[in-house]
């Protein structure tokens, strides 16, 4: 596939804006729409941003790193060949997962999560949750701080972050894990089908009232949160053969 028409994005920090003016300047910039790929100028929170925002074009996204995170991006080089770059990296395939979340008031959200989808308690007092697997209840109460369900593309992110597995792409497996959980004291968490449905509902929520979030899509006071993974819609993202985001993901699981 060629990649002559290119769109280029970056986020508002100096670095970004500056690589943004150089690389625009060399290989031009056009609508997203009308190219053949979009390169994500940033760190991994703008990288989130940009697929978010672009989703409804399906277009391959490249990152290049100029932020505080990068697993998600492709290292920076100024002298680098772009159009090449883009012709000989490798494409992963993701599916986000879809939150349908709904809240004390009655209203219906629905949102896409790349990495994770996560609830959490809104105020001193802990949370208290049902979880249920394709209409099963599988813990009638969990007390904790919250609870994710976490994406193999996420899993290094918040996930690892709770004590959560580095889940290999391609492997069709979702992370449930907990949020400093007080009951079960001892559960720590499970690895679940990507096909299946997961049910959070909130126990209580009137006194324990409960956020939940799509990646940064945050609803407040829910009382049932359903989550699927969206098969609809497949992200393509786009990196160099030698730092592909398998290997990154594999490699992650030996970090001291």
């Known amino acids: 596939m060629g990649f002559e028409k290119i769109a280029i994005v970056a986020s508002r920090s100096e670095s970004a804006q500056k690589a943004?003016?150089?690389?625009?300047?060399?290989?031009?910039?056009?609508e997203i729409e009308d190219s053949?790929?979009?390169?994500?100028?940033?760190?991994?929170?703008?990288?989130?941003?940009?697929?978010?925002?672009?989703?409804?074009y399906a277009k391959p996204t490249y990152g290049l790193m100029q932020g505080s995170v990068g697993f998600l991006m492709n290292q920076y080089e100024g002298d680098m060949s772009l159009p090449e770059r883009?012709?000989?990296?490798?494409?992963?395939e993701l599916h986000p997962l879809r939150m349908i979340a709904h809240g004390e008031a009655g209203t219906e959200m629905t949102a896409l999560a790349i990495n994770e989808v996560s609830l959490l308690r809104q105020t001193?007092?802990?949370?208290?949750?049902?979880?249920?697997?394709?209409?099963?209840?599988?813990?009638?109460?969990?007390?904790?701080?919250?609870?994710?369900?976490?994406?193999?593309?996420?899993?290094?992110?918040?996930?690892?972050?709770?004590?959560g597995p580095i889940i290999p792409l391609g492997s069709h497996?979702?992370?449930?894990?907990?949020?400093?959980?007080?009951r079960p004291r001892r559960w720590r968490g499970a690895l679940l089908s990507s096909d299946v449905k997961v049910k959070f509902e909130v126990?209580?929520?009137?006194?324990?009232?409960?956020?939940?979030?799509?990646?940064?899509?945050?609803?407040?006071?829910?009382?049932?949160?359903?989550?699927?993974?969206?098969?609809?819609?497949?992200?393509?993202?786009?990196?160099?053969?030698?730092?592909?985001?398998e290997d990154r993901i594999l490699n992650e699981q030996f970090a001291s």
Not at 173 to 182: D, E, G, R, V
Not at 221 to 233: G, K, L, S
């Open 36 to 56: 053949d790929a979009v390169v994500a100028i940033g760190g991994d929170g703008f990288m989130l941003q940009t697929l978010h925002r672009n989703m409804r």
């Open 124 to 163: 001193k007092q802990a949370a208290k949750i049902r979880v249920s697997i394709n209409g099963i209840v599988k813990l009638e109460e969990m007390i904790c701080d919250g609870i994710l369900l976490s994406t193999p593309a996420g899993s290094t992110a918040y996930n690892l972050s709770a004590h």
């Open 86 to 92: 883009l012709a000989r990296a490798k494409v992963t």
């Open 203 to 245: 126990l209580e929520y009137y006194k324990r009232p409960v956020s939940a979030t799509a990646d940064a899509f945050e609803v407040r006071d829910v009382v049932e949160v359903e989550v699927v993974e969206a098969q609809d819609v497949t992200l393509r993202m786009l990196f160099d053969p030698e730092h592909n985001l």
């Open 20 to 30: 943004l003016r150089e690389v625009s300047k060399r290989y031009g910039n056009v």
């Open 173 to 182: 497996i979702m992370a449930l894990t907990p949020l400093s959980p007080f």
